[in-house]
C-alpha cells in the first residue's frame, strides 16, 4: 500500500521553527518528485514546495521563499520540511504529496497524500 | 499566478446531478485534475487529466475541460459525495501546481 505520514507538527511561538517529516512507504520514492501543501484553518489549498527525486531541485512559493527548506533523505524514504521564522499566517495543516516520477516529467497531479500535520503559530 | 476560480457552494438533491465549475483563462490548453476532501480528511485524487478515474473512482465522477471552463459532474449524487472538491493544473510559468478555490458540495 502506497502510504505518506507526516510528523513534526505543533504549537509555536511567531519567530519560532520546526521541522516536518513525511515517511513513504509502499513505492519506489526515489523515482518521484514529492510535494509539500498546506490548508490554513477553513481555507483552500495551498502549494508550499517541491523537490525532486535526487533532492537536488527545489522550489517554492513566494510567500516562503527564504523562511522554508525542504529536502529529502532517498535512504531513509524520508521527505522534510525545515520551516524558520515561523508567522501567524503560516498556521495551517500541512500535508505531503507524491507528484510525477522521472519518467513523467515535471507536472501533473498530486497522489496519494499523508494525512497531515497542524502547525499553530500564536503568542 | 495563474488563477482558477470556482462557486463557493453547490446544493444538490440526492440522485440528482451535481456539476461543479472551474473557471480559468484557456482552460482547456492544459490538464486539470480534481481532488476531493471530506471532513478531517487528506484530499483524494477523483479525476486526473481532465476526465482519467484513478482505480476505485466511481464512474459516477466524470470530468470534462474546454475553452476557459472545466467541469467535474457527479451523476446521481449520494450522501457520501458531500465533501469539498478542489481543481488543479499546473502553472507553467512558475513551475507549481495551483489549486481551485474550492467548491463544497452539499446534499440536501
Known amino acids: 500500500e502506497v502510504q505518506l505520514v507526516e510528523s513534526g507538527g505543533g504549537s509555536v511561538q511567531p519567530g519560532g521553527s520546526l521541522r516536518l517529516s513525511c515517511a513513504a512507504s509502499g513505492f519506489s520514492f526515489t523515482t518521484y518528485w514529492m510535494h509539500w501543501v498546506r490548508q490554513a484553518p477553513g481555507k483552500g489549498l495551498v502549494w508550499v514546495a517541491k523537490?525532486?527525486?535526487?533532492?537536488?531541485?527545489?522550489t517554492y512559493a513566494d510567500s516562503v521563499t527564504g523562511r522554508f527548506t525542504i529536502s529529502r533523505d532517498n535512504a531513509k524514504n524520508t521527505m522534510y520540511l525545515q520551516m524558520n521564522g515561523l508567522r501567524v499566517e503560516d498556521t495551517a495543516v500541512y500535508y505531503c504529496?507524491?507528484?510525477?516520477?522521472?519518467?513523467?516529467?515535471?507536472?501533473?497531479?498530486?497522489?496519494?497524500w499523508g494525512q497531515g500535520t497542524l502547525v499553530s503559530v500564536s503568542s | 499566478s495563474y488563477v482558477l476560480t470556482q462557486p463557493p457552494s453547490v446544493s444538490v438533491a440526492p440522485g440528482q446531478p451535481a456539476r461543479i465549475t472551474c473557471g480559468g483563462n484557456n482552460i482547456g490548453s492544459k490538464s486539470v485534475h480534481w481532488y476531493q476532501q471530506k471532513p478531517g480528511q487528506a484530499p483524494l485524487l477523483v479525476v486526473h487529466d481532465d476526465s482519467a478515474r484513478p482505480s476505485g473512482i466511481p464512474e459516477r465522477i466524470s470530468g470534462s475541460n474546454s475553452g476557459n471552463t472545466a467541469t467535474l459532474t457527479i451523476s446521481r449524487v449520494e450522501a457520501g459525495d458531500e465533501a469539498d472538491y478542489y481543481c488543479q493544473v499546473w502553472d507553467s510559468s512558475g513551475d507549481h501546481p495551483v489549486f481551485g478555490t474550492g467548491t463544497k458540495v452539499t446534499v440536501l
Open positions: 523537490i525532486n527525486s535526487a533532492g537536488r531541485i527545489t
Open positions: 504529496a507524491r507528484g510525477a516520477d522521472d519518467y513523467s516529467g515535471n507536472s501533473g497531479w498530486l497522489d496519494p
